[in-house]
């Protein structure tokens, strides 16, 4: 398949655009790709597993057995390390311009 065969049939430009901002799927389409995180103990055990939820308090998981594991935060205690596998689209978000995002779109759209 090649790269025209992709982007400039498939994807209208507003959807274009959007997809290239956050590619997780919606309603309907593919399975997103879960964030991971790894929680390192005190005590020097670490447990990882697929992220649930996070926030300044508490964080909870679901470990490789299938267990939903959750661990109270205090500050930077226990140490939570997150992957989130569309960290990159979200980090060039931040570094490009307006001007480079629709010249980005423009000429995938090209693609036909």
Same mark, same amino acid.
């Given at each position: 398949?090649?790269?025209?065969?992709?982007?400039?049939?498939?994807?209208?430009?507003?959807?274009?655009?959007?997809?290239?901002?956050?590619?997780?799927?919606?309603?309907?389409?593919?399975? &997103?790709?879960?964030?991971? #995180? $790894?929680? @390192?103990?005190?005590?020097?055990?670490? /447990?990882?597993?697929?992220?649930?939820?996070?926030?300044?308090?508490?964080?909870?998981? &679901?470990?490789?057995?299938? #267990? $939903?594991? @959750?661990?109270?935060?205090?500050?930077? /205690?226990?140490?939570?390390?997150?992957?989130?596998?569309?960290?990159?689209?979200?980090?060039?978000?931040?570094?490009?311009?307006?001007?480079?995002?629709?010249?980005?779109?423009?000429?995938?759209?090209?693609?036909?």
């Amino acid at each position: 398949m090649r790269i025209s065969e992709v982007f400039g049939t498939k994807y209208d430009p507003f959807v274009l655009q959007a997809r290239i901002i956050n590619p997780r799927p919606g309603r309907g389409g593919p399975s &997103i790709k879960p964030s991971t #995180v $790894r929680v @390192s103990l005190p005590s020097g055990q670490t /447990v990882q597993g697929r992220l649930v939820a996070v926030d300044d308090f508490s964080v909870t998981l &679901i470990d490789a057995a299938g #267990v $939903r594991r @959750s661990f109270s935060r205090d500050n930077e /205690v226990p140490k939570v390390e997150i992957t989130d596998p569309y960290q990159a689209h979200l980090d060039n978000f931040r570094k490009i311009s307006d001007k480079q995002m629709h010249d980005l779109t423009a000429y995938l759209v090209t693609l036909k």
